[in-house]
């Protein structure tokens, strides 16, 4: 399998990739020709420096980005050649968890409402789902109490396990984490990166799992592609791409953590081991 081929159980596949942000001279393509799959129960981790292009690809794939060149599909179907309904459907079934857990939720919602919401934006009373409410609050180790309260109540880390149950309750075939662990503090990372672990054991995610520190991808990977100024410099499965770098860059990000491969700052450590 090379690194473009795509079964049928290719859940993302990303042809040729282009995104030109601005016009004229003022032009500057930040994606150039990227080209990537995923495949069902996998997770790809996606890394960089800051500026290469990782939240562009995200935003490319959720919609939020016009596609200069080359497509997206998602289950086999182009996004671009989808009606306004079909679209509509298909953006249920690729969930985004963002960066900064204390803006991403809704203040005036308590914890119950916004799962609700994920679970059935229709019809979106707490009341009626009542029991999915509790196990996803469960799956992420919260009290199924705490549906009651709001988010100002918790900390950053159990905030951010709040978003990742609210994406998966959505139940979507992708989930993209764009530096989900960037903002919290290292012992916090560590626990939101067991979660992770868990879950995509427990749950068969398919994930594309950004963030630009080589160290904290390869915890929940399955393979790693890097970017490198809107183009992919390096992919492969985890092991070989951390542990046998190909690519000069790739040597660099790893240099770049304290201790290289198999950083060793206690506190991260033992918490993910
Ligand atoms: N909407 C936009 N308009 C213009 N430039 C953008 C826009 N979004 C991102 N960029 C530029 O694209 C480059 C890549 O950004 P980004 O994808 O956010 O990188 P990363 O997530 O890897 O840090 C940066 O130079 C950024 O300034
Ligand atoms: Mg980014």
């Known amino acids: 399998m090379t690194s473009t081929s795509t079964g049928p159980e290719a859940v993302l596949e ?49 919609g939020l980005n016009p596609l200069s060149a080359g497509s997206i599909s998602i289950n086999g179907q182009d996004m671009a050649g989808m009606s306004r309904t079909q679209r509509r459907a298909i953006y249920r079934e690729v969930q985004m968890i963002p960066q900064d ?18 679970i059935n934006p229709v019809r979106s009373n707490p009341k009626l789902h009542r029991e999915k409410i509790s196990r996803w609050l469960s799956t992420i180790r919260l009290d199924p109490e705490v549906a009651d309260r709001y988010p100002h109540e918790f900390s950053g880390g159990q905030r951010q396990r709040i978003a990742i149950a609210r994406a998966l309750a959505v139940e979507p075939k992708l989930i993209i984490a764009d530096e989900i662990t960037s903002a ?23 994930m594309a799992f ?5 160290d904290v991808v390869h915890h929940v990977s399955d393979e790693i592609m890097v970017l490198f100024h809107g183009e992919v410099v390096e992919r492969g499965d985890v ?35």
């Open 101 to 118: 857990p204390y803006s991403s939720l809704n203040p005036r919602r308590t914890i119950g409402q916004t799962l609700a919401e994920a």
């Open 14 to 62: 990303v042809r040729d990739l282009e995104v030109t942000f601005g016009s004229g001279h003022a032009a500057a393509k930040v994606l150039k020709g990227v080209s990537t799959s995923i495949q069902r129960g996998k997770t790809l981790g996606i890394v960089g420096e800051s500026g290469s292009g990782k939240s562009t690809l995200a935003k490319a794939i959720v």
């Open 239 to 273: 092991d070989s791409v951390y542990g046998n770098p190909k690519h000069p860059y790739t040597r660099k990000l790893i240099d770049s953590v304290p201790g290289g491969p198999g950083f060793d700052i206690g506190e991260r450590r033992s918490a993910v081991a």
């Open 184 to 206: 919290l503090d290292l012992s916090v990372q560590a626990e939101i990166l067991n979660l992770i672990s868990r879950l995509r054991a427990e749950l068969d995610l398919t």
């Open 210 to 214: 950004i963030s630009h520190d080589l």
